[in-house]
């Protein structure tokens, strides 16, 4: 699995542009599902499973976000400096030092106009990207491009440090699951999902249109197991993490209960989650036409949002381990 | 002049009435149907010459910022709020007009006779002005104005003329985009043309989305008047938009980020056409695409915008030279519409 997730982290994916990720699932899952489709705003929804509805047959929906954070150029000036708008939550402390990456492969490193004081916070609006062109006239970028983060995955044995584990990550514990997951009793729609960095709007017309009883974001979530980091119960290595609460959800009870007693009953590690900051798509998902049952699975992660994410390789395998155990089962209990 | 007639009536958020009827007599012989939904908007059906119909919705919107009485004072004067994104600087010492009675008044300002040194450096808050209707009493006000009255800017519509057929005006955001639309309807196309002018916008993006609902599009456009900063400025810095030089494409603003393939079509349409185009400031403002691409199952959505200096104030400028090259890009963008491959 380490392979596919260094493939798509290593992706070039910005909210708007992930057709290269998409390219890459549809890769990994063809001949592991029933069906494939993609929806308008370039939803991948693959189908697994063909039980009629019923008490337990359930129309099971997991998502996770093809789209990552990056930058978009807002301005090219007369040296051939490019302004930039920030695509998704960008931290500015993260871009100085960084280079970013267009989708032809160009390199730009980010600059900065000189501080008023040495302390000065930096702000995008006084930042550039510099591809290094002499002047305008040998410029090819232009308003509208987009870059990523460069950053190379890096496999540290049990941990793994990349870019865009937000959500990638999710994305590899999809496809591993449709991939291991033999038969299920269920209707499993595996949705990959656009422009969630920029306000959950994939989810938001994907989940209108499957239209699920039940609904499971996979992302990652923050944690609190690093020197002096915010108080956060949630460690890299306990397991993939149950979401009770986070700013923009309350997980539906039954699904997190459920979640929690199938990781219970397979011996699986698993911890809860109650997260301060930042959503998934499970809440565009949960107020979708007349309502879902949505909960999330989240891969614990240090650094969210920084070119060097990192996970414990064991919540990413415990994650697909549940999943498969939870879409192989009926559906005994929960939603009333 | 139609923008002449657009751009003078009254039409703050929630309260487009004025601006529908001077739409509905400018279109009605123009389309096969047209209704009024629940909120307001006038959805009007061109229907398609080819078989394989698919629906285009381009979308404008009638309403325009303005304010709303909450307070008669006792000896007569109006408290007021904003309706949608105003400056509080803008405000002082303008005229408006005051509900469909057309009750003028005036932003009252004190004189700078009376101002304290360190008042002439603050901006004066919304919440201190009031308008003056010069009224003697509180009884006289109350039976020129109700609380809830909405007020426009009193500002005529005149030409400033010069190579770019500069025009000023008020609220060209968005009747900039409601004058393109009409001027569309003009054409036939091969595809079911949904012409929708919506309602509160300005508030957010409010009419639009239950257009979108109702009509269930397969491709959206936005038509605005946008944002134009192109003043001298210190730093090289982006004008956002730039007046003269021709219709502006949105690639991403804070509530969309457009169709690639649409604005590539816009984008080769301008070039083999020879039609000037710009891209618009990424990152910057929302429109009705923000709330059409997110209906149903998704919508691919792009904005085409004409650009305007000093939107949401008393007096705007626009390039009747940019207005028309919107609609000539629009014009031909459309009639690709119906062939683009739109499967992933």
Redesign the interface.
Known sequence: MKALIKELTEAFGPSGCEDTVRQIIKGHIAGHVDEIRVDPLGNLIALKGQAPSGAEARKIMLAAHMDEIGVMISHVDEKGFLRFTPIGGVNPLTLLGSRVVFADGTIGVIGREKPETPTEFPTVDKMFVDVGAPDKEHLTRKVGDMAVFVRPFADLGQRLTAKAFDDRIGCAVLVQTARELQTTPHNVYFVFTVQEEVGLRGALTSAFGVEPDVAIAVDVTGTGDTPEAHPMAVSLGAGPAIKVKDRGMLAHPGIKNWMAETAERLGLPYQFEVLEGGTTDAMAIQTSRAGVAAGVLSIPTRYVHSPSEMVDYSDVQNAVKLLVGLLSAPFAHIIA | MLLKELSEAFGVSGHEGAVRQLILDAIKDLVDEYHVDALGNLIALKKGSSKTHRKVMVAAHMDEVGLMIMYIEKEGSLRFRPVGGIDDRVLLSKKVLISDNKVPGVIGVKPIHLLEPKARQQVMRVQEMSIDIGASSKEEAERLVKIGDYAAFDTSFSQVSGEWRTVKGKAFDDRAGCAVLIELLQESYPFDFYAAFTVQEEVGLRGARVAAYSIAP?VAFALEGTICDDLPKKR???PTTALGAGPAIT??DRSV?AD?RL?DLLVDTAQKHGIPYQ?K????GGTDAGAI????????SAVVAVPSRYIHSPMCLLSLNDLDNTVRLMRESLAKVQELD???
């Open positions: 397969d090289d810095v982006s690639i991403m980020i690639r604005v891209f400031q990424p990152g910057l691409h997110l209906s149903r199952e998704g919508v691919p739109l499967s992933y």
